[in-house]
């Protein structure tokens, strides 16, 4: 062997150094990828990259439609008894408010039923300003016809007689004005029980003032969560630097574990049968549930043995990826970044989508609820709320699409920038500049496709629901809507799968996304017992950073909450802000984990792609790879057997 490492020194057709076969040749420019990612890029995918701009000014468009024409504070309007919108006809435009003068008609206190309470919501009134409690005040209201042919004998002026008009006992009590249309009972009023009853079922309805008083909490332990980012940021800086130098100790240790938790299984199902009977049938359950594990224990254990190099390559890849991102520690800052762009639309799509759909007639919804709005929409405000949707779809997919290409772009760059003098080095704005002049079209693309699967998704869980809302004891409906909603999800996860692959082979190739997506089609299918172990050992580890990082922040939060004395006195429960810390441990996990996922996925192709040029014969010198790759390729040139 001269300057150049064996493995990357055979014939195309020969099996590679982890067993999987060669037998389609990828359309690579050999020439122009010996250094690493082509840098003398071109343009690709430019009639795309106009379409999508082009929609995004539809988008415009369609914004401009939903403030022409929509008000939004409409669907916020009030029914009274009569279907009147309290401030929207012409009968009430003077009376904006809507008021509930009975909400303990007919109940008993002791009352159980939920339906009792609801069926008050019916006798509703739309009023000039809120009633107070008061009753030698007058309730300035028109009184819906409603009241006096339901119950004539216990409404008079918008006011409400338990006992009837002629015993002059008026029942009132304080309300206040809740998101600008509602009358509803203050603090002081839910002392009486059927008050405090309707106001929960309309909060209920709502989902208003529902964790008013973990908020609170949340509030005054405001520092707590400070705290829990910086100790989830620190965790997974721990967590990747303990991959980085113990990521094989702890994948044979989870094997190992997974093995031995298996065959245990086995062994206190055998040892449980003794238990019962020879003629109990537990006894025979118990017994063949021991040898079906036992089973399963040999053959995960074969399975283990025969794919021992490919999991070398596996926790080799997860090391490299670890020194990547401690190499390269701004790589961090892009997921946070990106995760704030995609709120920012996700808020500003939501801002356009309730302009757009309160374009239409407003009229009260269906009972037991009939108190509140709902839009019959024309059809061209139908389908230009499908317009805004699938743009909203489209757009989303496009930042996690520019996302991954940075990533792929800084992590191919390093990988292939190491030479015998030098570590690698890693950069995001070389992603961001390939991007913004090169592959807009290519990620709009890739985009344009996921946006299409997920947009043929939502569509189809609504006519789910409506189907299996007319059908709801036909278990074959049932069953085919189920397996439908199954496939289409297992497409999603494939186009994305295939996508993502598509966006690091355009960061290495520069070539327009189908034909990048295909040489990503047949890296996966020449490799994919490779792939399959990488994915399975990164979503261990995957799972294994999530659960280090959240736990540890959970009970640094809960050690906060119940041993700090400023935080005990000012709080009523320490669990909403433990959850709210478990959360921010599982979005920074995530992050980290994302980064972590996405840049594994684009050193294997790198080494793969480092492979196919030695195959080629233009294989590269070893010093020209990072060193933790070079100790797994020596291994598995210099040994033999199963784990050779």
């Known amino acids: 062997m001269t300057d150049q490492v064996k493995p990357f020194d055979k014939p195309a057709e020969q099996p590679n150094a982890t067993g999987d076969q060669h037998n389609e040749k990828l359309d690579l420019d ?61 009968i009430t435009k003077d009376y904006p408010y809507l008021y509930w003068p009975a909400p303990n008609l007919n109940i008993n206190t002791s009352s159980t039923d939920p339906g009792d309470y609801i069926a008050v919501f019916k006798y509703s009134a739309c009023v000039k300003e809120c009633p107070s409690g008061d009753n030698t005040t007058a309730v300035l209201c028109i009184q819906p016809k409603t009241f006096t042919t339901d119950q004539p004998s216990k409404f008079r002026a918008c006011e409400y007689y338990p006992a009837g008009t002629s015993y002059n006992y008026r029942f009132r009590y304080e309300t206040q004005l809740v998101i600008g249309k509602y009358c509803l009972p203050s603090s002081e009023a839910l002392a009486d029980e059927a008050v405090k009853q309707f106001n929960d079922n309309f909060y209920e309805k709502y989902d208003v003032d529902k964790f008013s008083q973990y908020i609170a909490d949340l509030y005054k332990a405001w520092y707590v969560m400070a705290i829990s980012v910086g100790v989830a940021f620190f965790t997974a800086i721990v967590y990747l630097l303990i991959l980085r130098c113990f990521a094989g100790v702890l994948i044979w240790v989870s094997i190992a574990g997974i093995l031995a938790a298996i065959g245990g299984g086995g062994y206190w199902a055998y040892q449980t049968r003794l238990q019962y009977e020879i003629t109990d049938p537990n006894y025979k359950y118990l017994q063949y549930g021991a040898y079906a594990l036992w089973g399963i224990c040999g053959a995960f254990a074969v399975i283990v043995l025969l794919c021992c190099s490919r999991i070398r390559l596996a926790v080799a890849v997860m090391k490299v990826t670890s020194s990547f991102i401690y190499r390269t520690p701004l790589i961090l800052l892009l997921p946070v970044f990106f995760f704030f762009l995609v709120l920012a639309w996700l808020i500003v799509w939501t801002f356009l989508a309730v302009y757009i759909m309160s374009v239409g007639e407003i009229k009260a919804r269906e009972a037991p609820f009939q108190f509140a709005t709902t839009v019959v929409w024309s059809d061209q405000t139908r389908y230009i709320f499908l317009y805004h949707l699938f743009g909203g779809l489209w757009v989303n997919a496009f930042l996690i699409g520019c996302f991954q290409f940075i990533v792929a772009a800084a992590c ?7 030479t015998s003098d030098t570590a690698g080095k890693g950069s995001i704005c070389i992603g961001i500049k390939w991007i913004l002049i090169y592959h807009l079209g290519s990620i709009a693309f890739g985009s344009f496709i996921i946006a299409v699967v997920q947009f043929i998704r939502i569509i189809f869980e609504y006519y789910r629901q409506k189907i299996q809302a007319a059908n709801k004891n036909n278990p074959v409906v049932k069953f085919m809507l189920c397996y439908t909603s199954y496939l289409l999800a297992c497409l999603e996860r494939c186009i994305k799968f295939i996508t993502k692959n598509a966006y690091i082979q355009i960061a290495l190739t520069s070539k327009n ?34 659960l280090f990082i959240i736990c540890l922040t959970v009970v640094i939060a809960y050690l906060q909450m119940t041993k700090w004395p400023k935080v005990v006195e000012n709080t009523s429960s320490p669990y909403f802000p433990c959850i709210v810390s478990g959360i921010i441990g599982y979005l920074i996990g995530a992050i980290f984990m994302s980064i972590f996922s996405f840049a594994a996925d684009t050193i294997l192709q790198c080494f793969l792609l480092d492979e196919e040029l030695g195959a080629q014969g233009k294989g590269r010198p070893p010093g020209n790879r990072p060193p933790l790759m070079n100790d797994f390729i020596a291994k598995a040139t210099g040994k033999s057997g199963c784990c050779g």
């Open 412 to 418: 191919a760059t390093w990988y292939f920038s190491h």
């Open 30 to 90: 050999s020439d122009k990828l010996q250094g690493g990612p082509v840098m003398q890029r071109s343009c690709t995918d430019c009639i795309c990259c106009l379409i999508f701009v082009a929609f995004v000014v539809g988008m415009a468009a369609t914004a401009a439609y939903g403030f022409a024409k929509g008000n939004p504070k409409l669907l916020l309007t009030g029914w009274d008894a009569d279907g009147n919108g309290c401030g929207y006809s012409n």
């Open 513 to 546: 996304f189908c034909r990048s997506a295909w040489n990503a089609f047949l890296l996966i299918l020449k490799n994919a017992f490779r792939f399959g172990a990488v994915t399975s050992v990164g979503g261990i580890f995957m799972l294994l950073g999530r």
